[in-house]
Structure formats: C-alpha cells, structure tokens
C-alpha cells in the first residue's frame, strides 16, 4: 500500500533562534489508515498536522502527500479544535467554502454540501445560522465542510478537545463510523490516549525536547491495558502544569 | 420600566420642552425676534413649501450630502482596509495620516472655495473629507481585528489569494466595525453640510444663514428642525439596512 503521507527529517520550530520543538520525524501513513498521534502539550503536534496542511513552514525535511490529481477536490479537509465557522454564512455555505474556486458548479456544489452534512448527521440544519447551533453541532458542520471537498486526507486537530463528555463520546462514534463508510486517510491529533486507541489504527506518541517519537503501536484491534498505561506514563512524564 | 413607559416618558419630556419654549415667548420674558416661538413653524414651513425654497435647498443638501458621503465613505474604507492590510503601506501613509488628521474638514473650507468654487463640488469635498477620516479609522481598526483563525481557515480551504481572502473572510469579518464607521460618517456629515453651506453654497445651511441676516429666526428654527428631521430618518433607514446585513450576528 502507497503513503498517501510521507514525512521524511521534518523539523519544526518557532522563531529563528528557538531550538526545534520537533526533530527528525519520519512518518508515512498508508492509505486509508486512522493514525492519532498524542503527546503533551507543547510537543507540536498542532504544528506537526499545520505543516502537513502547509500552513506551517518545516525547518528541514520534506513533506509528501500523494493525493490523486483530480480537479473538483483538494488533498486534505482539516478540521480545528474549534469548529471556526465563518459567522455571516449559513451552515450550508460554510459547508460549501472549500470548493469554491474549484471547477465545480453551484448545484453540484450544493450537491456535495448535502451530502456531507448527510454524513454528519446535520441535513435539517443547512438554513442556520452557526450561532444557533450548539457546540458539538458546529464541530460536525467542520467535519462536514472538510468531507466536503471530497479530499485524500483528513487532518484533524483535537476536533472534540472543547466539547463536553457525553458530546465528546457521540462524535467519537460518528467520526468512526464516517472513516468506515469514506475510508479517508485520517490524521487526528489528540492528548486523549483512550480516544486515540478507541479510533486509531495507529498511535504515534511524540514525547522529548526536541519531541521524537516515543512508541509506535499497532490498535487494529485494540492495545493491551498495559501500553494504555505505558503511554499516559509518557504523557504524564512531559506534562507541565 | 418597559418599554411602553420609557416612550409615553419620551414624549411627555418633549411636550414639555416645546409648552415651555412657546410660554417664554408668548409671556414676553423674551422678545420673539430673539426665540421664535414652536407654533410659528408650521406656518412658515408651509410658506417656504409654497415658495419653492424649502424643496430647493433640501434636495441641493441632499445632493451634496450623498456624493460627499460615498465619496468619502468609499475612500475610507479602501484606504483605511489596505493600510491594515499591508504592513509597508501602513508605514508609508501613517507620517501623512498624522499630519493631516488633526485638521478639522471645515477649516479646508478656504480651499474648497479656491479649488472649486462657491459650488456644489465644494461642499461634496469638505463632505467627503470629514466622512473619509471617520470610514478610515473604522475600517482600520476592523479589518485588522478580523479573526486571524478564520484567514487560516481560508488558506486550509483554498481560499488564500488575495481576491477571495478579501472578499470571502477579510470584509465579512471587518463587516460590522465598518457599518459602525458608515454610521458615524452620517451624522457627521450633515454637520459638514451645513457648515459648508453657511458659506453660500446653496443648501439648508445657506438659506439659514440668508433668513438670520433678516433676523427671519423662524425660518432659521424650521431648517434647524429639517436637517434633525433629515439625520433622524437617514440613520433609521441605515440602520435598517444594517439589521438586514447583519442578520448573522446574535
């Protein structure tokens, strides 16, 4: 199976003169893979999935992503921590505003906004405003909006981070079962090891100053309760406070 | 106090101010050449409706008042949203920000009257001058307050380039802080109508300042109320534009 990504000596850091925060990281991700990456925070892993995105310049190293060339999507839908709806759209043109500017016309477009707010569950609410959504609802409409335009990889940075519990464990659910149904190669960046082993196929724990990574384990089918505790050891071995 | 009350309250306080201002002048305490009394108005309104000046100037200040204000308004808020949109245009305009600033519209007055003469073109200018600076500070601050996040959020979605980052993200967001701007510039603006036009150009103003020379002082009261009438319902159309395009705000 080919990487869709391909990260090969990626380092990060902030400023010229900071040392990295992240040093000679390689990572390929297979297609059709869930990989969560945890670790403290402050480790980068917001800016590891920044740079994946190129919104973030990498001090050294290269990175690829191996999307196909097809004209009507983009290569990568990134969900935020926070939903980060424009305010003066309805749900329906948040949903749409990746594929504008794509050779996609505004039926299709609508088409496709349908379709993804379908996946997430929300199709009665394409008419709102997001204020009068509520916050689990609004991170869906993020979901949707980064399924939307139909994209190789789907970059996710701690998207249920901000939600309360219950809320929190529905949209677990939903995100598994939409990975089952788009097979979208997904990279979700988490502090929450349970999270991370409940969704992921593959957990990468990024941990040190510079960070590296600390464990790499197979989830398939689960992990056994002593790497759980292996890796909140980590966790907690880097946490400040 | 509801709502009910707070207008009954409102209208009382005015029927009261008028009732006082018509007692001072009918007691004699003051001579009605110096303070006009209220009931004079509608009787004079109706002579200069029936001599056409009433019409006339309104429609010359509403002529000078409008192209002054987009004018002005346009001006100030692309220059305002380039300034915060580029760090080197910043720098560039903000010695010439500073030294023009601090200099009020009307005393441009003298110039005005030198480049454009004693016309309608002058009076659109010291307009356009005033509304300028109001748009420009506001759409300043606006558009640089607009949510770093959402640009972030535009550039993860293709929508990086300047023509979509601008239209799509930049202006919605700063959306709200340059109507505030828009506001502010119209009721500015009909002070510098009327300012203008005291030095002849032909308007509300001018004709105030014609019947003050005949000491004709309730015609000066009846244009005092038509420019407070004319704001009054400028700012309750703007705002109602406003409501609509801002209908995504809580």
């Known amino acids: 199976m080919a990487a869709v990504i391909a990260l090969k000596g990626v380092s990060i850091g902030?400023?010229?003169?900071?040392?990295?925060?992240?040093?000679?990281?390689?990572?390929?991700?297979?297609?059709?893979?869930?990989?969560?990456?945890?670790?403290?925070?402050?480790?980068?892993?917001?800016?590891?999935?920044?740079?994946?995105?190129?919104?973030?310049?990498?001090?050294?190293?290269?990175?690829?992503?191996?999307?196909?060339?097809?004209?009507?999507?983009?290569?990568?839908?990134?969900?935020?921590?926070?939903?980060?709806?424009?305010?003066?759209?309805?749900?329906?043109?948040?949903?749409?505003?990746?594929?504008?500017?794509?050779?996609?016309?505004?039926?299709?477009?609508?088409?496709?906004?349908?379709?993804?707010?379908?996946?997430?569950?929300?199709?009665?609410?394409?008419?709102?405003?997001?204020?009068?959504?509520?916050?689990?609802?609004?991170?869906?409409?993020?979901?949707?909006?980064?399924?939307?335009?139909?994209?190789?990889?789907?970059?996710?940075?701690?998207?249920?981070?901000?939600?309360?519990?219950?809320?929190?464990?529905?949209?677990?659910?939903?995100?598994?079962?939409?990975?089952?149904?788009?097979?979208?190669?997904?990279?979700?960046?988490?502090?929450?090891?349970?999270?991370?082993?409940?969704?992921?196929?593959?957990?990468?724990?990024?941990?040190?100053?510079?960070?590296?990574?600390?464990?790499?384990?197979?989830?398939?089918?689960?992990?056994?309760?002593?790497?759980?505790?292996?890796?909140?050891?980590?966790?907690?071995?880097?946490?400040?406070? | 106090m509801s709502k009910r009350t707070a207008a009954l309250l409102s209208a009382a306080g005015v029927i009261v101010f008028l009732l006082a201002w018509e007692g001072l002048g009918r007691s004699g305490i003051v001579p009605q050449r110096l303070l006009p009394s209220p009931s004079a108005v509608p009787a004079t309104f109706i002579a200069e409706i029936k001599n056409g000046q009433w019409q006339a100037m309104v429609l010359a200040s509403l002529s000078h008042y409008l192209s002054g204000l987009a004018l002005g308004s346009f001006l100030g808020i692309a220059v305002g949203t380039a300034a915060a949109l580029w760090p080197r245009f910043n720098a560039f305009q903000a010695g010439i920000v500073r030294m023009l600033r601090p200099i009020p519209a009307i005393a441009w007055i003298p110039f005005a009257i030198i480049w454009f003469g004693v016309s309608e073109a002058s009076a659109a200018f010291l307009i356009a001058l005033t509304v300028f600076w109001i748009n420009y500070f506001a759409a300043y601050a606006a558009v640089a307050s607009v949510d770093k996040d959402l640009i972030e959020l535009g550039h993860a979605f293709g929508q990086g380039a300047l023509i979509p980052r601008l239209f799509k993200i930049i202006l919605p967001g700063a959306l709200p802080g340059i109507f505030a701007g828009l506001r502010a510039g119209l009721g500015q603006g009909w002070m510098t109508v009327v300012a203008a036009e005291l030095f002849g150009i032909p308007g509300v103003g001018m004709r105030m300042m014609e019947a003050s020379g005949l000491l004709a002082t309730h015609i000066v009261v009846l244009y005092m109320i038509t420019i407070a009438v004319l704001y009054g319902i400028s700012d309750f159309l703007f705002v109602r534009v406003q409501s609509r395009v801002l209908a995504w705000q809580r």
């Open chain 1, 14 to 241: 902030y400023g010229a003169d900071a040392p990295p925060v992240l040093a000679g990281l390689d990572l390929e991700v297979e297609r059709g893979s869930f990989v969560a990456i945890v670790g403290p925070s402050g480790v980068g892993k917001s800016t590891l999935l920044r740079v994946v995105a190129g919104l973030h310049r990498q001090r050294a190293g290269t990175v690829v992503l191996n999307a196909s060339e097809r004209p009507q999507h983009r290569p990568f839908g990134l969900v935020f921590q926070d939903p980060r709806l424009l305010p003066w759209r309805r749900v329906e043109r948040n949903v749409q505003l990746g594929l504008e500017g794509l050779p996609v016309g505004r039926a299709e477009r609508q088409e496709r906004a349908r379709t993804a707010l379908k996946l997430v569950r929300l199709e009665e609410y394409g008419t709102r405003w997001p204020y009068e959504l509520s916050g689990g609802q609004r991170q869906r409409v993020g979901i949707a909006r980064a399924l939307a335009v139909d994209p190789d990889i789907l970059l996710m940075d701690e998207p249920f981070g901000a939600l309360d519990a219950i809320t929190r464990r529905g949209l677990q659910d939903e995100l598994k079962r939409i990975h089952r149904e788009t097979g979208k190669t997904t990279l979700f960046v988490t502090h929450d090891i349970e999270e991370a082993v409940f969704l992921a196929d593959r957990v990468l724990l990024l941990s040190g100053t510079p960070a590296r990574v600390a464990q790499d384990l197979d989830t398939r089918n689960g992990t056994s309760a002593e790497n759980v505790e292996r890796i909140r050891a980590g966790l907690a071995g880097d946490y400040e406070i």
